[in-house]
């Protein structure tokens, strides 16, 4: 089956929104076996929808939409598959009454506006879309197939992996299998874990390893494709699991694992809890903690200190330590964590202090230097880092640090883990 | 000028990297009154690559193209081009030398693979590149031109900067304008602002606005093109001020403003500062505030405070308070604002307390159910919310209403801003 992504929106070809949609949606039909040939993104112009459809139309078998089908004037998909494909928009009567429910179970009453996400292509039928008022429109001529989701990432996903997959799953049988398996490392780049593995596996092998890196986290893909399925679970599985043994220490999880929800994960088994203490990240490592369903019972509390007082008052860090090392120093590092650990009353603490820049550096002490320290009841450690990353991606690099420190320091008590 | 852009790449269309490089290029081509029409994304395939570019060519004057310039096999962007412009490749001899040069420079001879980096489409140019081997290509055919660019971001960008977008705008001279202002809105969703601005504007007419919501905030995006830049000027910046007028104390700024650079960029220019405290949002309210540089002048400090324990010892919130009311109420929200703002000595105080899910709710008070409290010298303000996103949506939204109570606060003190 031949597949194309068609994501409509002028934020999304001028360029003011990177378009996610279609590499999700790309990975996702991937897991059905559907291979997408090639993405197009256009404007909202109506003469640039009909064009791009009739392009697609003439290539592909499956054609997935996102965006432009929201209620204002320049949401225009529908109006555009209608009239690409030269069929009448009828108003679907179920679809209005959803729509109209939705609206009175917030205590509003439909604006008028709305009505139009009611209009569906003849002969098509809209998917219920339980996150937002925008159904989504799933269009069949002859064997060629045209599904339409909402933009909004989040209604997208849930009209993808709720009712379009299942039923292009369905629709597919079973023809060719596809297999991938993610393994994580953090704190090496992907030449360093290129040297280490890079033995095990053949550029042009039949299975492929493609190894990418997004803020400190590198993570190995390991996919392979064939007809039949055992075999191909059996080479993929079994090649990431010689990766993870290569790598030991270095890996934090595999799949959909993340370093946050790994460390939640260690400390809600042991029944422990953490303590934070940040400066120069100013609550990402305390916000990736509790952005984990559940974490409250391991996240015991969190203090951003930016100014030297609120290190001394929240924190007890001794304005004489400060004085005498500067506030981004190793001291004061260890100092925050330990004073978080105490006060919070947790079994760890966790401090950083550091320069995230843009400003703030000096010839000593550089943007870019970054303090991460992880206390318990045997004492503190501290790691030393130098970023040359922007202001974010120092940020999201110290915070994972603290997360991999405390990772770390949890498995090696559970070494089985 | 009509220009599309074409990213070649498996791992673009498979959705393995999400391609980055077609927005960036997009908003540089804005800057130069250069408006995409189409993005296209194809895989590494021959047939794929030169249908593309066929494609592209029978509709636009410009095609930018990125990716496949590597020495492996799979990089054949260069006769793909060459191919669909029916032009042979020609070795370029100065290109050649440059490329040695480069490897000898790094102590290394060239790979005999690298040549093939030095192939030129007749009568087209090889662009030099100062961060990589491969060149990028500079093709033109009549009033027609192909530049293709490396797929690394940081040599793209370096090409894309330094020599391509210098040329274009050489060549561009003053053929049309294209002009755009962004107006942000906070609170309400795009069919409430459709309802009161629509009429300024109409779904063809000459100057279009689209409308985009993310995370809570609403933009309108006001755009024209034409051939007279003070015309398409007037036009857009008068139709965003009308639409500013209109929506009032909704708009927290335009163009590359944001929510938290705003509240940042008021505290600093009342000489005042703010203190957090957070529940359910996990330290996203302070990193939101502290990810703008310099915010350390306006952020005193913050207080995650999830247990009921912490919310007592580290805020001052009362336990029989907490006893009385439960954690989620109102009384608590503004006792955590008043306690921030007392314990940190700062000007201003704000506090969330919620439940963002997906556990946690009861019937009396569900998932979504947050209170979110703003506290000056002269009291406290309280907003109840009730949000029906996810985990991470429901803390976003209530971060940034707790940004905009703190921004409409400090704009009733300052009507002109």
Chains 1, 2 share one sequence.
Not at 28 to 53: H, K, N, Q, Y
Not at 202 to 224: F, K, P, Y
Not at 268 to 292: D, F, M, N, Q
Request: with cysteine; hydrophobic share 40%.
């Amino acid at each position: 089956m031949k597949a194309e992504i068609l994501s409509i929106g002028d934020e999304l070809v001028h360029g003011a929104t990177v378009d996610t949609n279609a590499a999700e949606i790309a990975r996702a039909l991937l897991r059905c076996d559907i291979e997408v040939e090639r993405v197009s993104v256009v404007s909202d112009r109506f003469a640039d929808i009909t064009g791009a459809i009739r392009d697609a139309m003439s290539r592909c078998d499956l054609l997935m939409i996102t965006g432009g089908l929201g209620p204002t004037q320049d949401d225009i998909t529908r109006d555009g598959i209608a009239a690409a494909l030269d069929l009448p928009l009828e108003m679907d009567a179920p679809t209005l009454e959803r729509i109209e429910a939705r609206f009175a179970s917030l205590g509003r009453p439909m604006p008028e506006s709305n009505r139009v996400q009611a209009l569906v292509p003849r002969g098509g039928e809209a998917i219920d879309n339980d996150r937002g008022t925008a159904p989504g429109l799933w269009v069949e001529t002859g064997s060629q197939c045209i599904v339409a989701m909402p933009g909004v990432p989040r209604e997208m996903r849930h009209l993808l992996e709720d009712r379009v997959l299942p039923r292009l799953d369905r629709r597919q049988g079973s023809a060719c299998c596809y297999h991938e398996r993610l393994v994580h490392t953090f704190g090496h780049g992907e030449s360093f874990i290129a040297e280490q593995v890079g033995d095990l596996f053949q550029r042009d092998g039949e299975v492929r390893v493609s190894i990418t890196v997004r803020t400190g986290v590198t993570t190995l893909a390991v996919r392979s494709q064939g007809t039949k399925a055992v075999h191909v679970r059996e080479a993929v599985d079994g090649l990431a699991e010689l990766i993870v043994e290569r790598l030991g220490k270095w890996v934090f999880g595999r799949d959909g694992a993340s370093l946050e929800a790994t460390v939640v994960g260690a400390l809600k088994a042991s029944g422990r809890t953490v303590a934070t203490a940040e400066s120069c990240t100013g609550g990402l490592l305390a916000e990736l903690l509790t952005s984990i369903p559940g974490s409250s019972a391991a996240f015991e509390a969190g203090f951003i200190t930016y100014a030297n007082e609120a290190k001394t008052r929240q924190l007890g860090v001794p304005a004489d330590l400060i004085a005498a090392h500067g506030a981004v120093s190793e001291p004061v590092a260890a100092a925050m964590a330990e004073g978080a650990r105490r006060i919070a009353q947790a079994d760890f603490g966790l401090g950083i202090t550091g320069i995230a820049g843009p400003d703030g550096g000096t010839p000593e002490k550089p943007v870019g230097l970054i303090y991460v320290a992880c206390a318990d009841e045997e004492g503190v450690r501290v790691r030393e880092c130098r970023f040359s990353g922007d202001r974010a991606l120092n940020r999201q690099l110290a915070a994972r640090t603290a997360l991999d420190l405390l990772r770390r320091r949890l498995a090696r008590e559970s070494p089985s883990s």
